[in-house]
DNA sequence: CGGCGTTTTGAGAGAGCTCAACATCGGTGG
DNA sequence: CCACCGATGTTGAGCTCTCTCAAAACGCCG
């Protein structure tokens, strides 16, 4: 349980083991050689992180919530000791490392995509249901935009034209793209 | 040893392992319901990826390679077998994922910057060498550009920029920041 | 020297960001 | 039941910045 602007650890502290973010947010930060800071990467409630923790004996940024949070952590050695002593719970644990490597790398190939439109469309591709066309939105498109790395103004009009081209159709709270057969 | 245009695997075809690119780029590409290519990553040689087919029955995704590429086969399951047979292997191969998780990590922060000076500051506060100040590059420039998402152009500028602003002296092939003391 | 790729600089256009105003929806309290 | 209020959703206008196309300077190698 963390406070707003608190931090969970700071550069060279000694790793303590994996951490799950349970409420709010956590940047990793470092600080670089003119003192600026550099955010190395935001992390969200649901993600875990410091996974390379396990490998390193200090922590190489600071870990800092902006907004407070609630995090649980993993205790290094109890984990280690699990992966020795079952390769089952090790196996499980590289399946999660290799999930999140694969979202990552989904996530910056959309950022590579410039155009608003094109990265809408590219999120939705990959993330229709088991149709194939219909996208549940868990959140509001505000929260989606961020996701997304966009304004929210440049995701409704994208969205706006995407739908005016008759490519999508907007629903409350999912969005269902036109196929090839133009079914919908 | 694949020719440009040839498939390493398809949506589909069963697992074989993990694969490194010795040469060449290849992508990793899915299909929409309307029949467009989403580009899921662009990995290019150096770099291991299908980590997550260790996971997995059949592949998700097409791989692809525009360039033709050399690649280098892991069998799934003699890898698996190692790590059940050996806790420090699956150790080491953890330590391999954490640390692509973390490079991915920072890359998609690099890529939230939008400023091509801000994303330029970016990769060099992260790649100082020891002294913290002084950053040595591989290639040319136009590679870094690439690196950076940015096109070699806007990179040029941005440097220039930098330069003006004394915050970098450029060298042949190292850059140098000002740090706090402006020693340089 | 000639050719090729990299580095640099210039001009123009497009697209997203910023600031701003307005609409819509849901919840709250009178 | 309705007025109010805040957050979300939507649209408009202008600006800035990168991208694109173009051209020139520079460096390297045959």
Do not use: W
């Amino acid at each position: 349980m963390l406070a707003p602007g608190q931090a969970l650890f700071r550069l060279g502290d000694p790793t303590a083991g994996v951490h799950e973010i349970l409420r709010g947010q956590m940047q990793m930060v470092r600080v670089d050689a003119s003192g600026r800071e550099v955010v190395l990467y935001a992390a969200v409630a649901g993600e875990i992180f410091t996974e390379a923790a396990l490998f390193s004996p200090i922590y190489h940024c600071d870990a800092i919530t902006r907004t407070g949070a609630t995090v649980r952590l993993y205790p290094k050695d109890k984990l280690l000791a699990e992966f020795r002593r079952n390769p089952q719970a090790a196996e499980a644990f590289m399946a999660i490392l290799a999930r999140q490597i694969m979202s990552l790398r989904t996530r910056i190939e959309q950022r590579n995509i410039r155009s608003a439109g094109d990265r809408a469309r590219h999120f939705l591709a990959l993330n229709t249901g088991t149709d194939g066309r219909t996208v549940l939105l868990r959140g509001n498109l505000k929260d989606l935009a961020a996701e997304l790395g966009l304004t929210h103004e440049a995701l409704y009009r994208a969205l706006a034209g995407l739908a005016a081209k008759g490519e999508i159709k907007r629903f409350k709270n999912k969005i269902v793209l036109r196929d090839k057969a133009q079914l919908m």
